[in-house]
């Protein structure tokens, strides 16, 4: 059975979806204390990824910074991006892939360590979040997607 420890946006979620209607078990660790107001983005998400299988965590003891993934226990990639539009597509990011799997083991148990210390998010948990955080969410993924349009576009014309 495959098992990817990921942290990923929109860019992927069709591929995400068909993945776990096969079987595949997808782990989101994602930072849950607030930094900035784009992080509300991501919880526009959050009901489809939960809706197709994906589990969601968030860590809340500190800031969470990592740019990781494991796949399949033998596949990582470590590095700058944040695996989002702005990072791909605006940035200077870089990643690493490493095709190891004592190195991928020994990441994914250090991401696994860090999941028991992080809050499961449910479906359930997800929906008492409360209508006015979810409609914020909404109203923030889509004034991000609208002027990363008007950006990707801008460059297309030039």
Not at 12 to 34: F, P, S
Not at 58 to 78: C, G
Request: glycine content about 6%.
């Amino acid at each position: 059975m495959y098992e990817k420890i990921l942290l990923k946006t929109d860019l992927n979620l069709r591929g995400d979806y068909t993945a776990t209607a096969r079987g595949v078990r997808i782990k989101l660790l994602l930072q849950g204390r607030k930094e900035y107001w784009l992080m509300f983005a991501t919880h526009a998400l959050y009901a489809q990824l939960l809706h197709a299988g994906i589990a969601i965590y968030e860590y809340k003891k500190s800031f969470l910074h990592s740019k990781v993934a494991v796949i399949d226990s033998d596949w990582a990639t470590v590095g700058s991006s944040n695996i989002d539009p702005l990072s791909l597509m605006l940035a200077n990011e870089a990643n690493v892939v490493i095709q190891n799997t004592p190195f991928a083991n020994e990441l994914k148990a250090d991401i696994e360590h860090t999941m028991y210390s992080a809050d499961l998010i449910t479906l359930e948990t997800w929906e008492k979040s409360g209508l006015f955080k979810r409609f914020f969410s909404w109203m923030i993924y889509g004034s991000v997607k609208f002027f990363m349009g008007i950006v990707l576009n801008r460059d297309e014309q030039s």
